[in-house]
């Protein structure tokens, strides 16, 4: 995981470790992401964290994790691991 703060607001980078490099699976800026305890494919779903009713909601897809399109509501994130 990689965080950097500038002027637009913190911008979040998972990385995945493959062999001896790393590759980018997943990209924000200006939002908090929250790890979910349900999983996709075997991986932790992910959400965009923030303020409001509804939170973008991120999935494994064999690759890297997509949007798509879906939100999930503030009761479920109940039991998330928020990062900043």
């Known amino acids: 995981m990689n965080t950097a703060a500038y002027g637009d607001g913190p911008g979040l980078t998972l990385f995945k ?14 939002a908090s992401l929250a ?3 349900t999983r996709t494919g075997g991986v932790s779903d992910l959400a ?4 409001g ?3 973008p909601l991120w999935t494994w897809n064999g690759t890297e994790y997509a949007s ?4 999930i509501p503030d009761a479920q994130m109940e039991g998330a691991a928020f990062l900043p």
């Open 53 to 55: 009713f509804e939170h």
């Open 17 to 30: 470790h493959e062999g001896a490099s790393w590759r980018a699976i997943y990209f924000s800026r200006g």
């Open 68 to 71: 798509n399109n879906r939100t």
């Open 48 to 51: 965009e964290a923030g303020p």
């Open 35 to 37: 790890v979910l305890p």
